[in-house]
């Protein structure tokens, strides 16, 4: 894991303003050289800094407008078979490990209740999950954000 350097977040706060911004146009409007530019993106990028473009895609956006956070109590022995089960199911959108009373806490996307309730039960099936409690997101409040820490 390496630390962000004042570079780095200004690189990333100009792709958080533009993020099809050029490795070209970043350069010229930061006062950096081309090859610093992509060698940085390069190196955030490989370090996991960044995430996919498709994490910026509004579920609604593509047919799935009802977002749900699923949390799961899961038999830890089936961990990682649970986990190639989650994956082949296109409308889990993350999966987050979590303490407390649940293992995980899974977000959704579906296209309305109907939908929703055949997801859950698509989640049922996984290997390990022993029992499931569903919460409707019925408004972001606050949308995902991380400018404010690049500062």
Request: net charge neutral.
């Amino acid at each position: 894991m390496f630390i962000l350097d004042d570079t780095d977040r200004r690189i990333l706060r100009a792709l958080d303003q533009d993020q099809r911004a050029t490795v070209a146009k970043l350069a010229m409007d930061l006062g950096l050289a081309r090859g610093t530019v992509h060698t940085r993106l390069d190196r955030l990028a490989a370090g996991g800094a960044l995430r996919a473009n498709s994490t910026r895609v509004a579920p609604a956006r593509v047919g799935l407008p009802m977002r749900a956070m699923v949390t799961a109590g899961v038999e830890q022995s089936e961990f990682e078979g649970l986990l190639a089960d989650l994956s082949k199911i296109p409308e889990v959108i993350e999966c987050l490990g979590i303490s407390g009373e649940a293992d995980l806490m899974i977000q959704v996307a579906a296209r309305d209740p109907d939908h929703l309730y055949s997801i859950t039960q698509q989640l049922m099936r996984c290997r390990g999950i022993r029992r499931t409690s569903t919460s409707i997101v019925l408004r972001e409040l606050l949308p995902y954000r991380m400018e404010h820490l690049l500062e």
